[in-house]
């Protein structure tokens, strides 16, 4: 039977020589490689979970976000080219040693199916599923960079730097060509649309909204978000410091919509903003995240849709590469869209306690310290069993609260222990109501047990004074000093109305006290170190709390007007004087 003279490649018997031509060395030093990168990918899978940071006090924290998660992709596209720059020589030698032409590209075949085996694989590992093709793109390029590179330095000197020359022209024509695409993006003026903002009481509601989401243990917990809401918690982000960034989100079943207008830095231009529109599909099942991007237009310019889904797969891979992000999905068992609203439904026991709190510190401008409190609030819960009977439980639980921060600040924020351990010490001796501010740092253990330390401690032999004081000062912490102070006085002026409890100078001494004391322990870190060392050795009083004898009390809202002409009136000043002199006299630090 006649035989083909030019059989198919694929029914060849390589040459000899490639066997010959294996260098064992670089396929051991190869498999160690792919080791490696498996190795990496498995440790994304399986890194514990942190506490949830983010803590975008600026756009700048903001941008570093996103510098990290890109700092992360640019790692992987450093791995891939080194992967790339390893297959020739473990892989069947220079191309040049193969006579046949067919042969040749049949192993360039092998070299690009191996690298985006290789790729997707290590993606897979990491994120435990499948990425779509979009995500593994910009890898396997770098791969195949790294590819030419190698199998042209097999070739010899002039090869080589042929082959680099092509890359750095395209390197330069791409990022040249990026550059001036990114000057055309930016505009001079902002997308008109008014950003959606919250008043405070808007803002508390949503927190308490989001604290009401909590299901008995072992049910799902569930949350709704709406447009407003959403947007609120977005712009709360972008407006940092008085930034004049705005954005807007509009979900519909299954999709999403969003715009935003980004303050350029000055090398643009003053004043130029960049305007993004986007469409797109966002959806999470069990962990299977379900994200792309349908339209995206920058400025003026509309992106084709084969650059929309590099950069849908992009960005997909910078968050599922994020680790804090990963355990975010995989905690979310459902997240859908529909009209006007986002809908979450959380693994049962799963990182709520992370997220929701998370939420409400970016509602409310502050950092997130829901979990360093739940540690407070547990040491302080055992601490007050030891304490039981003693006279002075509140000195004794202060110091234990600061003693606790003075350790944990050995490797961590000063300023930030102390404000997670007056949080603690507020929403157990103070109100519970100031939890939803600060994040859920009670389980139902834990509930019943601080419900009974709620008015069960004194200061200076009265059990009201504790509540001022420590509400005062997780206000203080919350909303600014003046801002706790306006409250403290709002709130004594309510009591001296009929059916109060009266107006009370001392109760305005506790308030301001409590303030005093949670603006220096968290001002600095030299004045919240300093703090911690007195609190945590020995508390006394009279170093924090001012005596309060012969400051008027349970004063009528009558009396209040005529003895002394009402909140801001001749006498009120005087007492405030007073009080003020009273608080001067204590150390400043």
């Known amino acids: 039977m006649a035989t083909s003279p030019n059989p ?21 030093v190869l498999m160690l490689f792919v080791a490696a990168l498996v190795y990496r990918a498995w440790c994304i899978r399986s890194a514990p979970f942190e506490q949830v940071d983010w803590n975008f006090q600026s756009p700048r924290a903001i941008a570093n976000w996103l510098g990290g998660l890109i700092g992360r992709e640019l790692i992987v596209f450093a ?22 032409r067919q042969w040749r590209w049949l192993v360039r075949f ?9 790729v997707a694989s290590c993606f897979f590992v990491a994120w435990d599923e499948w990425p779509p093709m979009s995500s593994l ?40 060509g990026a550059a001036a695409i990114a000057m055309m993006t930016v505009s001079n003026s902002a997308l008109e649309f008014d950003p959606t903002e919250m008043s405070a009481v808007d803002k508390r509601l949503l927190a308490e909204k989001i604290r009401d989401t909590r299901s008995p243990e072992g049910e799902p917990r569930k949350l709704q978000l709406t447009d407003a809401e959403l947007n609120a918690v977005a712009n709360s982000i972008l407006n940092r410091r ?25 090398q643009f231009g003053v004043g130029k903003v960049l305007n993004v529109k986007t469409l797109g599909r966002l959806s999470i099942d069990q962990g299977d995240v379900e994200f792309g991007l349908d339209e995206l237009q920058l400025g003026s310019i509309t992106l084709p849709g084969p650059i929309v889904q590099m950069v849908s797969g992009s960005i997909n891979a910078m968050l599922m590469d994020d680790p804090q992000f990963q355990r975010i999905t995989e905690a979310v068992a459902k997240l859908d869209t529909e009209q006007n609203a986002i809908n979450l439904e959380f693994e049962p026991g799963a990182i709520g306690r992370q997220i929701v709190p998370s939420l409400v510190q970016l509602l409310w401008r502050q950092p997130d310290v829901a979990s360093e409190t739940g540690a407070y609030v547990r040491r302080l819960i055992d601490a007050n069993d030891k304490f039981a009977g003693d006279a002075g439980r509140f000195e004794a639980l202060l110091q234990e609260a600061f003693r606790l921060a003075d350790v944990r600040s050995e490797e961590h924020d000063a300023t930030l222990e102390n404000r997670a351990a007056i949080f603690a010490l507020a929403i157990l001796l103070g109100h519970q109501g100031l939890e939803p501010f600060v994040g859920e740092v009670l389980d139902t253990e834990t509930r019943d047990k601080a419900n009974k330390m709620i008015g069960s401690v004194a200061l200076r032999g009265r059990q009201d004074l504790p509540r001022h004081f420590l509400v005062s000062a997780a206000l203080a912490l919350l909303a600014g ?5 306006r409250i403290g006085a709002m709130k004594e002026q309510i009591d001296a109305q009929q059916g109060g409890s009266g107006f009370s100078f001392v ?17 600095d870190l030299t004045t919240a170190r300093s703090v911690q060392a007195k609190l945590s050795k020995k508390v006394d009083v009279d170093t924090i709390f001012p005596k309060f004898d012969g400051l008027p009390e349970d004063i009528g809202d009558a009396e209040l007007q005529l003895r002394f002409g009402g909140v801001g009136g001749a006498g009120y000043r005087e007492q405030m004087d007073e009080i003020n002199r009273r608080l001067e006299a204590l150390p400043k630090d």
């Open 8 to 28: 198919s490649p694929f029914l060849l018997t390589p040459p000899s020589k490639f066997a010959s031509r294996g260098n064992w060395i670089w396929r051991i």
């Open 79 to 100: 791995m891939m080219f080194v992967l790339g720059l390893l297959t020739p020589p473990a892989l069947f030698g220079p191309t040049t040693a193969i006579d046949d």
């Open 110 to 118: 092998v070299w690009g199916a191996f690298g985006l085996a290789i």
């Open 137 to 176: 793109l910009l890898p396997f390029i770098s791969f195949l960079i790294g590819v030419r590179l190698s199998s042209a330095a097999q070739r010899g000197g002039k090869a080589f730097a042929w082959a680099a020359g092509q890359i750095a022209i395209l390197m330069l024509f791409l990022v040249g």
């Open 242 to 266: 008085n930034s004049p960034n705005k954005a807007s989100v509009h979900f519909e079943p299954s999709t999403f919509a969003a715009r935003a207008s980004l303050v350029m830095p000055e």
């Open 481 to 485: 000093e003046s801002v706790s102070d």
């Open 507 to 523: 109760d305005m001494l506790a308030n301001m006290s409590g303030t005093r004391l949670a603006t220096l322990a968290t001002r």
